[in-house]
């Protein structure tokens, strides 16, 4: 559900990082970037109003107001949200990647 609500407002390179083992702060992380700072923006938006319609998890978003990266923690999931040149200089792929990455459009997360 959350990667189709990124993908309906066209959420672009879209991977998950299976975080099981490595962090009791979630299981899953969803990293995603838009072209904007207003189209990152719309992206978390609507992907904060469909966690809450399916779940009833307290949602938490930060970075909302300038839009370069937004963090929604959804509980068992974490959402970041980048412009490119911010994903590629913070480079979070990297730091949680232990050969666990898998391409979003196989995976699939339930909350």
Do not use: C
């Not at 838009?34 to 992907?47: D, K, L, M």
């Not at 839009?67 to 979070?92: A, M, Q, T």
């Amino acid at each position: 559900m959350v990667i189709s609500s990124l993908e309906e407002f066209k959420a672009q390179d879209i991977i998950k990082i299976d975080l099981e083992g490595k962090t009791s702060m979630a299981d899953f992380m969803l990293i995603a970037s838009g072209t904007s700072s207003r189209q990152i923006r719309a992206i978390a938006e609507n992907t904060v109003t469909a966690i809450k319609k399916s779940s009833n998890v307290n949602v938490n978003i930060e970075g909302l107001n300038q839009g370069d990266w937004v963090l929604i923690d959804g509980g068992d999931i974490i959402i970041h949200l980048f412009r490119p040149e911010v994903r590629e200089f913070y480079n979070l792929e990297k730091m949680w990647q232990v050969g666990s990455t898998e391409d979003a459009s196989t995976a699939t997360i339930e909350l």
